[in-house]
């Protein structure tokens, strides 16, 4: 956990405020240069290790944007998606304040190993206040993630397979901070 110690109001406040003295990226923008699904995958993957990347071939893969299916993909694997989140306001500096949805969703072929999954994860992300993370060279803080409900059950997938999915949607506050 990252507290800005320089910073009183997130002192005082253990994090939960804090007052912007340099959170807008290089560019002097609002926006992200990545999306909060690949931000928050990559912390899932190199920080949480709750699940890997893709490309490493081991158990429980996260993919971002997709679920696929198919002879050479695992069965229990994950999928993060950007959704729609709010537009908070912005503060006086002139700085927005996003919250970007995110839908994180598990395909187990066993019905409590998947929820379990999802659930650890989602309890993991629910710690998060004020985390770095660098992603592309770009470093970014994740200052919350809060769900917005429960883990809950979508069923099984259609087909011979059968296996099972659940999902979690979540909001989540990033600030791009490179410097």
Not at 90 to 116: D, E, F, P
Not at 135 to 144: G, M, N
Not at 145 to 165: A, H, I, K, N, S
């Amino acid at each position: 956990m990252v507290i800005l110690a320089n910073n009183l109001i997130a002192v005082i406040s253990g994090g939960v405020f804090y007052t912007p003295t340099s959170c807008t990226s290089l560019n002097g923008s609002d926006t992200l240069q990545e999306s909060p699904a690949s931000i928050l995958a990559a912390y899932i993957i190199n920080t949480l290790a709750d699940m890997t990347s893709p490309s490493e071939e081991n158990d429980w893969p996260l993919y971002i944007s997709a679920m696929p299916s198919g002879n050479n993909v695992k069965s229990d694997c994950g999928a993060i998606y950007d959704t729609t989140g709010w537009k908070d306001g912005r503060l006086m500096a002139g700085q927005v304040i996003q919250h970007y949805g995110i839908q994180l969703k598990v395909r187990s072929k066993v019905y409590q190993t998947g929820w379990t999954k999802l659930e650890n994860i989602a309890s993991d992300l629910d710690k998060i206040n004020g985390v770095l993370i660098t992603v592309d060279s770009r470093d970014y803080s994740i200052e919350t993630v809060v769900r917005t409900g429960p883990v809950g059950f979508m069923g099984q997938e259609e087909g011979t397979r059968r296996r099972y999915l659940f999902t979690v949607n979540l909001q989540v506050t990033i600030r791009d901070v490179t410097v």
